[in-house]
């Protein structure tokens, strides 16, 4: 099993829908959870951290699930330019890279 | 088996010291990537390559000085650094310089300056 897992996608949404997708984990040690956002020819950014109790910027929100060993990310009312690719990063000892799901939003 | 091999995984050096850091790649990729992950903070892109050749310096001092002899090796060459520089240094790969391809990454160096 991967260290850290993403469905790479694509996902194609149209805009104004809610989309959603996750990310698995296999050491239950890990402590740090992140998302980050990915554009065309630009290095990935963090989006968001994630906490065990859940939290919300704006229309994206993260959850951590421990017990299952995943996090999640949300996405309301989906606009064009959340089109990107989303990667999760994992920290225990290291610091793991999902490989990133690819997110268009279709007009 | 990450498919992007950094080595060494540690390293520990002086502020006088030379040494580098190496990534290979498995995957066949044409743009490859170094970049620098100090604690708590967002990943800072350092430097890109595209068919071995430098399309982005991102504003980074001399003390480090890239190269990249064909696309499967990058190097990071590190001269007279600073305590500021102790970090992961992250290298990655991609099949294309896309922001929407995947972007594989090796385990990262952790670089300690004395």
């Known amino acids: 099993r991967k260290e850290v897992e993403q469905d790479p996608g694509p996902f194609n949404v149209p805009e104004g829908a809610t989309v959603a997708f996750n990310c698995t984990y296999s050491?239950?040690?890990?402590?740090?959870f992140f998302w980050y956002r990915q554009d065309c020819r630009k290095e990935p950014k963090l989006l968001m951290s994630v906490y065990s109790s859940g939290n919300e910027d704006g229309r994206f929100t993260a959850q951590l699930n421990r017990a299952s060993q995943y996090i999640s990310l949300l996405i309301r009312d989906s606009k064009l330019s959340d089109s990107a690719t989303y990667l999760c990063v994992v920290i225990n000892e290291k610091l793991t890279f999902g490989t990133g799901t690819r997110l268009t939003i279709i007009p | 088996e990450t498919g992007v091999t950094q080595t060494p995984r540690h390293l520990v050096m002086g502020m006088t010291n030379k040494k580098s850091l190496k990534c290979e790649q498995h995957l066949g990729h044409n743009a490859m990537y170094w970049y620098k992950q100090s604690a708590k903070k967002p990943l800072e892109l350092m430097f890109v390559?595209?068919?071995?050749?430098?399309?982005e310096n991102n504003s980074v001092p001399s003390r480090f000085s890239p190269e990249c002899p064909n696309s499967s090796h990058l190097f990071l060459h590190l001269h007279t650094l600073q305590p500021e520089d102790s970090a992961l240094y992250l290298c990655?790969?991609?099949?294309?310089?896309?922001?929407?391809?995947?972007?594989?990454f090796g385990d990262g160096t952790r670089l300690s300056i004395l």
């Open positions: 990655a790969s991609s099949q294309e310089l896309d922001g929407f391809q995947p972007q594989h």
């Open positions: 390559y595209n068919f071995k050749e430098q399309t």
């Open positions: 050491n239950s040690a890990s402590q740090s």
